[in-house]
């Protein structure tokens, strides 16, 4: 893989557990550094597993804390949900014209992390298993399942709303 | 044992997740099952879907330009670990679009070892990205780059290593040009960069000459970038002489460049995105298409043509004391390139000066000193200067500041040249406050926010803690901000004081176009209750000069462009009374020329201030602020009658005398009076407006006999005209400007006349046609 390959996915990936840009790019950064400074027999080659790992850690302790932090002030949220949406919105409006990434919402996290991982990040059910903490079994049916749920929801949309095309018309 | 469409082991097989045993197995069942097999198609069209989908919205993220460049510098400090390798180095320095940069950083360092010169580096990783947004065809810039003879052993040595960093048929060939000593590192901006039997390619925008090293004066590295059928020779020689040769041919597309030193430096793409990285000390140049979206836009301006007194007796303009064209085309020079015509706006560039006109003493908040002379430019032409000199008012006895600073923090204000430096100069201001003023502050980027609520000037910490708390990040909104700041202004709005909204931007100012014009309007009705609207520009890349121009013209307030901390001095604390403090508004100009002395006449500047006649006498009709100190400088070419315009592009008028016959002028047009100045001016705090008159009489001097403020002020216009490549330039070149402003230098306190020539000269050197080039 390459590195700009592991930039954006590590951002994004950070983005899907903490849904803002800003601390997605800080918490990909963080993980850069880390790696700069981590031995690399540590590490392992390629880095794939050890970056995930250290990513999502850092994700899910600053996603905790704000949990913890219930006086965020309001504002705050809302202009980074504002910031946040403007790289999702672009894809969303030059790609997404089946809107499997508008199904995507109707997953569960659990799901959603899962799918994410598989056929984003291109991870073995293993090496989601020790990501996640889930069972490779787990994994498995999580995978089978959701894109059994998928199809299910991309066909309704198709019932229902044949172009799709249109929702991500840009704001004005 | 039968398998469901719904057991998990079907898309485990897909995915290659089953072990030997269950695949076979499950390959038999799917051989005899249809229902199962059309279920795995169904899987698999899925997993596509997905790949494709998850792959384009991820695509997009990355790290912020400044974060890439932090993660690229502690990559290269690690790799410089003994015996330490790095997993993710290899994958860093093998990305598809970048293979070419390991194999000219291998050439680079064979360089260093040959010619001990200073090379390369790269690390880019946000400029990969953007490959994703840069794909139009008219952006593309071919570059190539001429390796010396020299260099064609270190090419050989490092050809090897090239080779298995590229594919098989791409490899990178020196071209000879002996003297020349070339070293190239490319930072892509738009991605794909990669070798070929002609040269290194990009169809990134952006190119890194390191400079040469003294040892190898006086020779020059050279680069050759070609695009859309154009080609751009850019050849570095010393550091302090970049030069740009030819010209890019590509209609819509300029040049930039930076000098860069060893460190973070940055470059905006043509989609206006700011990239960053770490590179050794070198000069970028950047390819930006001028016609994308984000990139600088500067309103067309056709210079003012000569009009004949006879039918046109009057001219009549709004005052303007902008500085932003100066500020902005400085920068372009120090970068060693010249800047856009448009981006030229001479009044600007006159009123950035200070002359040396006398301090008002009666009641009238200014004085007007008008010289006519021989014009420098047209022997057969005069020359009226006009300058109105301001009253100075001391900080002591200032009206009291509500001041609300409305700062953009959008994500590309995070350059050192951007937010940093408006936290630097907005502190200078505060620092100059007295107590009972007050300050607050309003940031907006996807949202605005009240960052500080209004406080008084007597907790200056609190203030300056608030500005250098301020960070950068996400998109822009600068309607939401703007208003939110009207609003704190209104809120704490003092009587008699000075309510003031000051907007620090790099120009991308996001309002849509249906609410541009509520906008303006807005502006003017805040303005008309008494908060006025002061805008600053700061950085490049994006800046929105005329929609800025147009916006604080409309807020009765100043446009000024900030482009160093020496500007910011100048404008937050030496002069920051003129900036703050409004001694006269709608301030009105009209001239009525003596048909006996002037046949024609032109403004030079202030194209966009004119105004009609009728608009002098009209009280409802806006016009230009004049702040405390603050001079306005404005010069006429004056063709005497009897000399025909050298255009020849108006016929004689065939049913009136021209020039006017003498029996139908008054006994004035007889007296030596060339001109007459009406001044309009209402007081600041408003009321209907006073009138003053003053008249001008031919000197008969040639320009050498007339004073530094004309001298200083003809060698500016003149600038302005070369640059502006004017069709009324006349005889004005850069020996003439040089020697104007060199006899008129004056005391110069500020150095500003000083730094006036030194721009002057290198433009001098960048004008110097293509074939003498390097022979100073």
Not at chain 2, 38 to 62: C, I, P
Not at chain 2, 591 to 614: Q, T
Request: aromatic share 8%; proline share 5%.
């Amino acid at each position: 893989m390459t590195f700009q390959t592991y930039e954006s996915r590590m951002v994004h990936y950070a983005w899907t557990i903490l849904g803002d840009l800003e601390s997605a790019r800080d918490v990909a950064q963080d993980t850069f550094l880390k790696l700069c400074h981590q031995e690399p027999h540590k590490v392992g080659d390629p880095p794939a597993a050890w970056l995930y790992r250290v990513c999502r850690n850092r994700a899910l302790d600053l996603y905790r804390q704000r949990k913890n932090r219930p006086q965020e002030p309001e504002f705050l949220l809302n202009e980074l949900a504002s910031e946040e949406a403007d790289p999702a919105r672009d894809s969303e409006r030059h790609e997404d014209k089946q809107g499997i990434l508008q199904a995507m919402k109707s997953l569960n996290e659990k799901e959603q992390e899962v799918v994410r991982l598989k056929f984003l990040h291109e991870l073995s059910y293993k090496e989601i298993a020790d990501l996640t903490g889930l069972k490779t079994g787990n994994v498995g049916f999580i995978l089978h399942s959701s894109l059994k749920k998928l199809r299910l929801i991309m066909q309704d949309q198709a019932a229902t709303n044949p172009s799709n095309a249109l929702s991500g018309a840009p704001r004005v | 044992m039968k398998t469901t469409p719904d057991d998990p082991r079907l898309s485990a097989y897909l995915f290659e997740e089953l072990g030997p045993k269950e695949k076979a197995l499950l390959e038999k069942e799917l051989a005899d099952n249809p229902e199962l097999r059309s279920e795995l198609e169904e899987l698999r069209s899925l997993e596509k879907q997905l790949q494709t989908s998850l792959k384009k919205e991820a695509e997009v993220f990355g790290l912020s330009a400044t974060q890439s460049a932090a993660v690229a510098r502690a990559m290269s400090e690690s790799k410089k670990r003994p015996g330490f390798r790095l997993p993710l180095l290899e994958a860093f320095f093998n990305r598809p679009g970048l293979s070419f940069a390991c194999a000219v950083l291998l050439v680079g360092l064979c360089l260093y070892a040959v010619r001990d010169m200073v090379v390369i580096s790269n690390s880019f990783l946000a400029a990969q990205r953007e490959n994703v947004v840069t794909s139009s065809p008219d952006a593309v810039a071919d570059m190539m780059v001429e390796l010396p003879v020299e260099t064609e052993t270190a090419l050989e040595q490092a050809g090897e290593s090239m080779e298995q960093a590229q594919p098989v048929s791409d490899t990178v060939t020196g071209s000879g040009s002996s003297g020349s000593v070339p070293m190239v590192s490319d930072i892509p901006l738009a991605g794909k960069l990669f070798a070929s039997k002609d040269g290194i390619r990009s169809d990134g925008a952006s190119l890194l000459v390191p400079p040469s090293s003294p040892a190898n004066k006086p020779s020059s590295s050279q680069a050759v970038a070609r695009g859309g059928g154009s080609e751009i020779t850019i050849v570095s020689g010393e550091r302090s002489r970049v030069r740009v040769q030819g010209e890019l041919l590509y209609p819509k597309q300029y040049v930039s460049s930076q000098v860069v030193d060893e460190g973070v430096y940055t470059a905006t793409n043509n989609k206006g995105a700011v990239l960053s990285g770490y590179a050794d000390a070198g000069y970028m140049y950047s390819f930006m298409p001028k016609n994308k979206a984000a990139n600088e836009a500067y309103e067309s301006v056709v210079d003012n043509p000569f009009k004949s007194v006879g039918e046109e007796p009057l001219s009549t303009f709004s005052i303007d004391v902008d500085t932003a064209s100066y500020t902005n085309l400085r920068r372009f020079l120090n970068q060693g390139l010249l800047p856009p015509p448009n981006a030229v706006r001479i009044e600007e560039m006159l009123n950035y000066f200070s002359y040396d006109y006398p301090q008002p003493v009666g009641e009238a908040p200014f004085t007007v000193s008008m010289e006519v002379a021989a014009c420098p430019w047209n022997p057969k032409h005069q020359l009226a200067h006009v300058g109105i000199q301001g009253r100075n008012v001391s900080s002591t006895k200032r009206a009291p500041l509500n001041l609300v600073f409305l700062i953009d923090v959008s994500g590309s204000m995070s350059d050192e040249n951007k937010l940093p430096l408006v936290k630097k100069a907005l502190q200078l201001l505060v620092k100059n406050l007295n107590p009972t003023d007050r300050v607050a502050l309003v940031t907006y980027a996807g949202n605005s926010r009240l960052a500080l609520p209004s406080t008084p000037a007597t907790q200056k910490t609190k203030i300056l803690q608030a500005l250098e708390n301020l960070e950068s990040g996400g998109s822009t909104n600068g309607e939401g901000g703007i208003l939110r700041a009207y609003d704190v202004a209104r809120e704490h709005f003092i009587r008699k004081g000075i309510n003031r909204v000051i907007l620090a931007t790099d120009g991308d100012f996001n309002v849509g176009v249906s609410n541009r014009e509520e906008l303006v309007t807005m502006i003017q009705k805040q303005a008309k209750s008494g908060v006025y609207l002061n805008i600053f520009g700061f950085g490049m890349g994006n800046l929105k000069d005329a929609t800025l121009e147009q916006l604080a013209n409309k807020g009765n307030g100043i446009y000024g462009y900030i482009d160093s901390y020496q500007e910011a001095r100048k404008v937050f604390a030496e002069q920051v009374n003129s900036t703050l403090i409004t001694i006269a508004k709608d301030v009105k100009i009209q001239i009525e020329f003596n048909p006996a002395r002037v046949g024609a006449y032109r403004l030079i500047g202030y194209e966009n201030r004119m105004l009609n006649k009728e608009d002098f006498n009209d009280d409802r009709k806006d016009a230009g602020e004049i702040g405390a100190g603050h001079s306005v400088t404005a010069l006429y070419e004056l063709i005497p009658p009897g000399v025909g315009l050298d255009d020849g592009k108006v016929d004689p008028l065939k049913y009136q005398m021209n020039p006017v016959e003498p029996s139908r002028l008054t006994a004035a047009a007889r007296s030596r009076e060339v001109m007459t100045l009406k001044l309009r001016y209402k007081e600041a705090g408003g009321g209907s407006s006073k009138l003053l008159k003053f008249e001008a009489l031919d000197s008969g001097y040639d320009w050498m006999e007339s004073s530094n403020n004309f001298r200083f002020a003809a060698s500016v216009a003149a600038f302005g005209m070369v640059l502006r490549d004017s069709p009324h330039r006349g005889e004005s070149d850069f020996p003439l400007i040089e020697k104007l402003a060199q006899a008129a230098m004056g005391k110069d306190p500020d150095g500003y006349r000083r730094e006036y020539l030194r721009l002057v000269r290198s433009a001098a050197e960048m004008k110097r046609p293509v074939g003498s080039a390097g022979q100073r």
